[in-house]
């Protein structure tokens, strides 16, 4: 069992950025890959970066923009997600997810943390 605690939410004004952890109680850490999701009021869950046990990640919000970027530190079991040039649409609860390399789906996942972004 894996537990993962996020932190870093909160409000911020568009444009700004923020950085969201994730802690990890597993370990060895490096045995997961890790994700962000993020849920807007009246949207389904979707899935923002993930990033395997030696730094191969994948940006799926905006990816194009440079905007959002994904890291871990496998010493520290702890993943982050940076976020800036925040918009509104950011604005959601971000989830930090974890899988076993060879599984399907993720299937830990922390309580989540709210992300606002107001004008």
């Known amino acids: 069992q894996v537990q993962l605690i996020e932190t870093g939410g909160g409000l911020v004004q568009a444009g700004g950025s923020l950085r969201l952890s994730c802690a990890a109680s597993k370990r060895p850490f490096n045995d997961y890959i890790m994700g962000w999701f993020r849920q807007a009021p009246g949207k389904e869950r979707e899935i923002v970066a993930s990033?395997?046990?030696?730094?191969?990640?994948?940006i799926n919000v905006d990816p194009a923009e440079g905007r959002i970027g994904i890291s871990r530190d496998n010493a520290k079991s702890t993943v982050y997600l940076q976020m800036n040039s925040l918009k509104l649409e950011d604005t959601g609860v971000y989830y930090c997810a974890a899988r076993v390399p060879w599984g399907s789906r993720f299937e830990y996942w922390g309580q989540g943390t709210q992300v606002t972004v107001s004008t």
């Open positions: 990033i395997t046990w030696n730094d191969d990640s994948t």
